[in-house]
């Protein structure tokens, strides 16, 4: 099984979920916060920039250190471990992307 994830599939999920609330423009006015999960450990991490300011989109910057399988030359993310999930926190619960585009379809 492949044990890193690309910075691609992030991007490749924006364009899927583009023009639905599976992407932050489409549910930040509902109170979605961008996130990532481990699948595994079930730890959640609210995307921050590096600053700490929350960010309002997926950013893999400021992702746990354990999470990170490898970085570019110049310090960037570049893969994170497979079992690591993009998605979004709402009122303290974690919502996959599918979940936040049904949510707000409802």
Known sequence: MNTQV???RIEQENI???G???VSEGN???GFVPAFM???TGDIV????????????????NL??????????SGHVTEIRSSVISGFV????FFTREEAAAFVRI
């Not at 746990?64 to 030359?73: G, N, Q, S, T, Y």
């Open 6 to 8: 690309k910075l691609q």
């Open 16 to 18: 899927e979920f583009a």
């Open 20 to 22: 639905t609330a599976g």
């Open 28 to 30: 930040s006015h509902m």
């Open 38 to 40: 481990d699948k595994i």
């Open 46 to 61: 609210l995307c921050r920039f590096k600053n700490g300011m929350l960010a309002p989109f997926h950013t893999l910057e």
């Open 64 to 73: 746990p250190e354990r999470w990170i399988v490898a970085r570019d030359l």
């Open 90 to 93: 709402r009122l303290g619960q």
